[in-house]
T-cell receptor
Framework: DQQVKQNSPSLSVQEGRISILNCDYTNSMFDYFLWYKKYPAEGPTFLISISSIKDKNEDGRFTVFLNKSAKHLSLHIVPSQPGDSAVYFCAASGNNDMRFGAGTRLTVKP | GAGVSQSPSNKVTEKGKDVELRCDPISGHTALYWYRQRLGQGLEFLIYFQGNSAPDKSGLPSDRFSAERTGESVSTLTIQRTQQEDSAVYLC?????????????FGEGSRLTVL
């Protein structure tokens, strides 16, 4: 039962361009959403989050957008840098539960 | 320590043997989670501990899997009679309070290989 879905397993972009990673969720009880970044052989690390009372949260080059009616969120990275190459996990929490998507592998080409 | 610590970092075992994986959460974190990531797959929720409440075991894939937590400290994930499909990286995470109040802090994982 995948409550959080990242339908793109991989994404490749050119350095300097925008990276857009997408995530969909099914459980309307989720009210807090997070993005994590994972490098090989390391645990995921927190990147950015958004509460359901907002539709946008920005932190430097990273912006997360939330569309509650569509149960959809996205992470925008602009400009993308080679060091951003990693696997990005979307997570949704609520009601004492946190679930993760399958991840999207982002490759930023120099 | 400053972060979530997991041991062993790597474990190779034979099919049918039991394994124990350990997690030391960040001091003061009341919530502790176990996830696993099989090759090419995403993070799969296994079990969640919150303080002294009964754990949420809804993600455990079979009765061969069990986990314990001593108070608000160390947790052990036990896999009995391991199978090859149990091969994965097992990730532990902790957080202050309940989900939705902050992010999870992950350990580096324990890579289990079942031959």
């Amino acid at each position: 039962d995948q409550q959080v879905k990242q339908n793109s397993p991989s994404l490749s972009v050119q350095e300097g361009r925008i990276s857009i990673l997408n995530c969909d969720y099914t459980n309307s009880m989720f009210d807090y959403f997070l993005w994590y970044k994972k490098y090989p052989a390391e645990g995921p690390t927190f990147l950015i989050s958004i509460s359901s009372i907002k539709d946008k949260n920005e932190d430097g080059r990273f912006t997360v957008f939330l569309n509650k009616s569509a149960k959809h969120l996205s992470l925008h990275i602009v400009p993308s840098q080679p060091g951003d190459s990693a696997v990005y996990f979307c997570a949704a929490s609520g009601n004492n539960d946190m679930r993760f998507g399958a991840g999207t592998r982002l490759t930023v080409k120099p | 320590g400053a972060g979530v610590s997991q041991s062993p970092s790597n474990k190779v075992t034979e099919k049918g043997k039991d394994v124990e994986l350990r997690c030391d959460p960040i001091s003061g974190h009341t919530a502790l989670y176990w996830y696993r990531q099989r090759l090419g797959q995403g993070l799969e929720f296994l079990i969640y501990f919150q303080g002294n409440s009964a754990p949420d075991k809804s993600g455990l894939p079979s009765d061969r899997f069990s986990a314990e937590r001593t108070g608000e400290s160390v947790s052990t994930l036990t896999i009995q009679r391991t199978q090859q499909e149990d091969s994965a990286v097992y990730l532990c995470a902790s957080s202050l309070g309940t989900p939705g109040t902050g992010e999870l802090f992950f350990g580096e994982g324990s890579r289990l290989t079942v031959l």
